[in-house]
């Protein structure tokens, strides 16, 4: 360093400190409004889009409501004897119990093989189908028994 340099004194007075501290207050303050006015209309757009999808999943479940099936319309005598039966489609309902273990283990074979290894999900499935049907193959799904439901 040469001589006719002197190291000079960087101190900071009380009114020097305040004035700084008041000008960081007054930046940090306009750029905090300066901000916030930029970011409302995201916000905005935001609540308005969160506010529309809850109405739309309230319309829901009345739309996804599951009609009893038809079932056959028997018309009987006077003494309790079949005289004709219709139907557009010929079920009769039975509760869950009275159905076959085996016709359950039927339909859960048929519909999803891999129905107790794969917890709902069945990536393998998925990828497969992805592959077989970016492929140019025949188009495949892979929803398990219970992504259908």
Same mark, same amino acid.
């Given at each position: +360093?040469?001589?006719?340099?002197?190291? $000079?004194?960087?101190?900071? #007075?009380?009114?020097?400190?305040?004035?700084?501290?008041? !000008?960081?207050?007054? =930046?940090?303050?306009?750029?905090?409004?300066?901000?916030?006015?930029?970011?409302?209309?995201?916000? !905005? $757009? &935001?609540? &308005? @889009?969160? /506010?529309?999808?809850?109405?739309?999943? *309230?319309?829901?479940?009345?739309?996804?409501?599951? %009609?009893?099936?038809?079932?056959?319309?028997?018309?009987?005598? &006077?003494?309790?004897?079949? +005289?004709? /039966?219709?139907? %557009?489609?010929?079920?009769?309902?039975?509760?869950?119990?009275?159905?076959?273990?085996? +016709? #359950?283990?039927? =339909?859960?074979?048929?519909?999803?093989? #891999?129905?107790?290894?794969?917890?709902? =999900?069945?990536?393998?499935?998925?990828? #497969?189908? +992805? @592959?077989?049907?970016?492929?140019?193959?025949d188009i495949q799904g892979a929803s398990t028994l $219970? *992504? *259908?439901?």
């Amino acid at each position: +360093m040469p001589p006719s340099q002197k190291p $000079t004194s960087r101190a900071v #007075r009380p009114p020097q400190l305040l004035a700084l501290l008041l !000008a960081f207050l007054l =930046v940090a303050g306009i750029g905090g409004i300066l901000s916030a006015g930029m970011l409302l209309p995201a916000v !905005a $757009t &935001a609540g &308005a @889009v969160s /506010t529309a999808s809850t109405e739309l999943f *309230q319309d829901l479940p009345t739309e996804l409501e599951i %009609a009893d099936p038809s079932q056959q319309s028997v018309i009987l005598d &006077a003494e309790g004897n079949t +005289m004709a /039966t219709f139907f %557009a489609e010929n079920r009769i309902l039975v509760a869950y119990d009275e159905i076959s273990p085996h +016709m #359950r283990d039927a =339909v859960i074979a048929v519909e999803d093989h #891999r129905f107790y290894d794969h917890n709902g =999900v069945d990536l393998e499935g998925i990828m #497969r189908a +992805m @592959v077989s049907n970016i492929g140019g193959d025949d188009i495949q799904g892979a929803s398990t028994l $219970t *992504q *259908q439901y």
